[in-house]
């Protein structure tokens, strides 16, 4: 298994560091317009204000939301969401792909006439996401530790959640494409669906904040489990979501594995 | 060394599988498994690699299970599939080396052998490499680890008659060290070449095995007679041809009727020969069904 990991590993490693130049860059410049709305915030607020409570809300900036003028509360409004839809993004494709595109490309024939067993293919490659994941995340959180270092006082714990708590969001994607690569092999088509529910679920999270009707869609939403509300005002993840995410990833790599290890690869 | 007993996989998509099949092959045997595309030859070796479950029966290799027990045979397997599939991005050398990384040590002298008989460049990328290539990828990748058992799907396909001949002799080489192969084909002539026994498989049946030798020597001759008269067609003639006067046709009847059938004719010329391998063959897959699963 350790020759598996670590040739993924290397065969993932110049879309890691793409992907993670991008999330980072964003929140950078993200981070960077922050002087220049400084001195605009008093008129912002009175241009914010002509918004309905609830639209305000969505973005978090409602009443017991962010406050755009504190420099977490900036990029809990303006940057979180970028490392969140992109860093998503990249987990999902690389959850969806990275066992699909052995099918896909044919080479699981090569792969399964080696000793290692279909399990272990499974452990590794699960492996080598959450590994990839982890790196991205220390990489953003390295370049948010710089920027909360200038720019104000640094929240230990603030900046550890906002580094860090992509990554559940982030697993969950990843798991639940890793499930459906399993049945659907199609390297292309996996990959649109597993976009579809990055795109799908922030949409469904807009909506569940945007109508008291529809409040209960919060609990599906990956992005309400860590929503950077929770984390700048009470610096923590509420142990609910915490367990429901632990849940979605730890049954999706379960299923996975479960019809993974007794399918006929016929590609 | 590898045993199949009432070997069946269906698949769900009413693609045909294969049905039944059963047979039996000793430790050094080259044995040639021939039938044409579609007629069960990769199901057969995609089950005994458990790339797919059978639907009943069972298989062994060196008294392994080929379900339970296939990390246990793969650890002793090479393969060599009928398309060459490698991850594109990496470098020859760097491929082998993560196929042999799964089996322990290399058996660098070996491997060196290999590549210079082949006359493959280890610095060049997978992706670069024609058909042919990958395929000599494939051969070093699955000779180099010693396997006690080697399983090769259409293993010629896209070599030169050159390297063709030079992968026989490795496969000879292999034999004589007491290697097993199953060696599956549709070109009968490299496996006349090359085998001891034959198993010819037809829509998912595996309808005969002989030796390459039997084969040869069945009842099955190929006639060619010049003559004027009307030859009446009977159910003992295959691969019926006439040109220039001339009717030729395999008799797969019993010799002395056949003597018979000729004596009635005013025969101006006759030549009675040995049929290659295609010619039985087409004998095996022209007769009706029913009659022809043996055993």
């Keep these: ?267 | 060394m590898i045993k199949l007993e009432a070997l069946t996989k269906y698949y769900k998509k009413h693609a045909r599988g294969i049905l039944d099949v059963s047979l039996e092959i000793k430790k050094g045997e080259i044995f040639g498994f021939i039938g044409p595309n579609g007629a069960g030859k990769s199901t057969t070796v995609r089950t005994l690699l458990n790339l797919i479950f059978p639907t009943s029966g069972n298989a062994t290799i060196d008294g392994l299970d080929i379900v339970s027990d296939t990390i246990e045979i793969r650890k002793m397997v090479g393969y060599i599939p009928s398309e060459v599939n490698f991850y594109d991005d990496m470098y020859v050398k760097d491929f082998i080396k993560y196929a042999t990384s799964f089996h322990g040590e290399v058996d660098q002298p070996f491997m060196d052998m290999l590549v210079e008989k082949l006359e493959l460049d280890l610095n060049r990328k997978i992706e670069d490499l024609s058909f042919g290539n990958k395929k000599k990828v494939a051969i070093v990748a699955a000779l180099v680890t010693h396997p006690k058992v080697l399983i090769l799907d259409e293993p010629t396909s896209g070599l030169d008659p050159l390297m063709q001949s030079v992968f026989f002799q490795l496969l000879e080489g292999e034999k004589k060290q007491g290697t097993t192969i199953f060696f599956s084909s549709h070109n009968l002539s490299e496996v006349q070449r090359i085998c001891d026994r034959v198993g010819i498989i037809k829509e998912g049946r595996l309808i005969k095995v002989e030796t390459v030798e039997d084969i040869m020597r069945t009842r099955a001759k190929t006639v060619r007679i010049k003559t004027d008269d009307q030859v009446d067609i009977d159910e003992h003639m295959i691969n019926v041809e006439k040109i220039n006067g001339y009717v030729s046709f395999v008799y797969t009847g019993e010799t002395k009727h056949l003597v018979e059938l000729l004596s009635h004719l005013d025969v101006k010329d006759v030549t009675i020969t040995e049929p290659a391998l295609e010619e039985i063959f087409m004998h095996y897959y022209e007769r009706d069904d029913h009659d022809e699963t043996t055993h």
């Design chain 1, 1 to 267: 298994m350790k020759q598996l990991i670590k040739t993924e590993f290397k065969r993932n490693l110049r879309s890691l560091i793409l992907w993670s130049s991008i999330v980072a860059g964003t929140a950078a410049l993200m981070l960077l317009l922050y002087p220049a709305f400084k001195d605009a915030f008093s008129q912002m607020e009175e241009f914010l204000s002509i918004y309905p409570e609830e639209f305000l809300e969505a973005f978090g900036m409602g009443e017991g939301g962010l406050d755009m003028s504190d420099f977490y509360g900036w990029f809990g409004v303006e940057g979180y969401l970028f490392v969140n839809l992109i860093g998503g993004s990249y987990a999902a494709i690389l959850g969806g792909s990275i066992l699909s595109k052995e099918e896909d490309d044919k080479t699981i024939e090569f792969l399964l006439s080696k000793p290692i067993s279909r399990d272990h293919i499974l452990y590794g490659k699960g492996l080598v996401v959450a590994i990839n994941l982890l790196l991205l995340n220390t990489f953003v959180g390295i370049v948010l530790l710089i920027a909360f270092t200038i720019y104000g006082d640094l929240n230990v714990p603030v900046w550890l959640l906002f580094s860090y708590a992509p990554f559940i969001l982030q697993m969950i994607f990843a798991s639940l494409s890793f499930f459906i690569s399993v049945f659907i092999v199609k390297s292309r088509k996996v990959i649109s669906i597993a976009l579809g529910i990055v795109i799908g679920m922030y949409v469904i999270d807009l909506i569940s904040k945007l109508t008291d009707e529809f409040e209960y869609l919060k609990y599906i939403t990956p992005y309400e489990y860590i929503n950077a509300v929770t984390i700048v005002n009470d610096e923590t993840i509420k142990p609910l979501y915490l367990l429901i995410s632990v849940l979605i990833i730890g049954v999706s790599f379960v299923s996975a594995w479960f019809f993974y290890r007794k399918k006929d690869i016929t590609a």
